[in-house]
């Protein structure tokens, strides 16, 4: 596995002295958000660690051109796999990001998920009250698209609408005390942590939130959903009942349109976020940090290729596991061809002495069958 990484850079003269903060997330085909995913989110965290999974889009090259000018971002190249195990990759990404730097909190994020806090003082003083060994909690406000015919560009879906802010801790952070542990385990999703088998305790923050922008433009969650799908249905542990519901929902959307193109976003956003009526939304500006976008002429979204990539890595990975499963048959059947000979040889040989006549015909069966099968084994 290649990594680049800017390196730790040492904090500027500005930067907070107290707690060290990071992010950690996996990204894949995300060019439309991911330069505003880095640039705001590196406003509250000291260094983001992203797990590139091989990008087909710009994503990669616009993280480079981020990476390049020195931002505090370590970029790492994900497996090729057909399936997405998301938590046992985070866990492994939380673990590379500590080998890096030793941070004190790290937040888990998707790609489309964007730190909202108004005071990093107050954020730190929060954290450092937090009980040893245990998390924090973050809600989330779902930002709600805007109607197709207000999109002038891919980047306006930072709309002032949202989702009610949920009651509950829908992700969780975590101190270095519980991300470092050999025995953590993660919920998909990054909803909660497990440590020797018991759910690490979470106490929700008040001083910091998630804006979450799932669905922002036809194309990117018309391929975001094909590419989900493909790769949750890939998973040998699928189980309808318990995947991720979002993708699943808006899958079958997709499958009763008579056409290739939705007429509104409403109904598959519907799916990621549950239906929505006025007295369901609020009306609540989002404020993005960092500095101005500078690679969007990267950013383009290509569905099709999103989708036909999804599909070449399952390919790939059939292709490889049927060229494994030729191989251990090759071997197993070698391997039994060679009991079988040593086996017969044994009995021939134990017939010495005894009646000519069966002696002749146990070399005659053992001549033919290491025949037979020098012919099967080519």
């Not at 930067?15 to 894949?28: E, N, Q, T």
């Not at 730097?101 to 003083?125: K, M, N, Q, S, Y």
């Not at 937090?130 to 709309?159: C, H, K, T, V």
Request: include cysteine.
């Amino acid at each position: 596995m290649t990594v680049s990484t800017s390196g730790v850079p040492s904090p500027s003269p500005s930067a907070p002295k107290g707690l060290r903060l990071a992010a950690v997330a996996i990204v894949r085909d995300e060019a439309d958000v991911i330069e505003a995913f880095v640039r705001h989110n590196l406003a509250v965290v000291d260094h983001l660690f992203i797990e590139d999974d091989h990008s087909r889009d710009g994503t990669r090259a616009i993280l480079d051109a981020l990476t390049a000018e020195g931002l505090a971002v370590s970029v790492f190249d994900g497996p090729q796999e057909a399936a997405y195990f998301q938590a046992a990759r985070t866990k492994g990404l939380l673990q590379r990001a500590y080998a890096v730097e030793r941070w004190d909190f790290a937040f888990l994020l998707d790609g489309d998920e964007f730190l909202a806090t108004a005071d990093r003082a107050t954020l730190e003083a929060e954290l450092a009250s937090l009980p040893e060994s245990q998390a924090g909690g973050l809600r989330m406000w779902n930002y709600l698209p805007r109607p197709l015919d207000q999109i002038p560009d891919p980047f306006s879906f930072f709309s002032d609408r949202t989702q009610k802010l949920t009651g509950f801790s829908a992700k969780v952070m975590l101190p270095a005390s519980v991300a470092a542990n050999e025995e953590l385990k993660i919920e998909d999703g990054n909803h909660a942590a497990f440590c020797f088998r018991r759910k690490v305790v979470v106490h929700q923050l008040q001083s910091v939130a998630l804006a979450h922008f799932p669905v922002r433009s036809h194309d990117q969650i018309v391929s975001k959903t094909l590419v989900a799908y493909c790769r949750w249905r890939t998973r040998p542990d699928y189980d309808p009942a318990t995947t991720s519901l979002g993708p699943m929902g808006a899958m079958a959307l997709l499958r009763s349109s008579p056409g290739l193109r939705l007429d509104s976003l409403e109904a598959i956003t519907a799916c990621y976020m549950g239906a929505t009526g006025p007295e369901d939304t609020v009306q609540r500006p989002f404020e993005r940090l960092g500095a101005p976008r500078r690679y969007d002429a990267l950013a383009a979204i290509r569905p099709y290729d999103k989708a036909a990539s999804a599909v070449d890595t399952i390919i790939a990975a059939l292709s490889r596991l049927e060229a494994g499963g030729a191989a251990s048959r090759q071997a197993a059947e070698s391997g039994l061809a060679k009991f079988l000979s040593k086996s017969l040889v044994g009995r021939w040989r134990a017939l010495r002495g005894g009646h000519t006549t069966l002696k002749a015909e146990w070399d005659g069966t053992v001549r033919r069958l290491s025949r037979s099968i020098r012919k099967r084994l080519g």
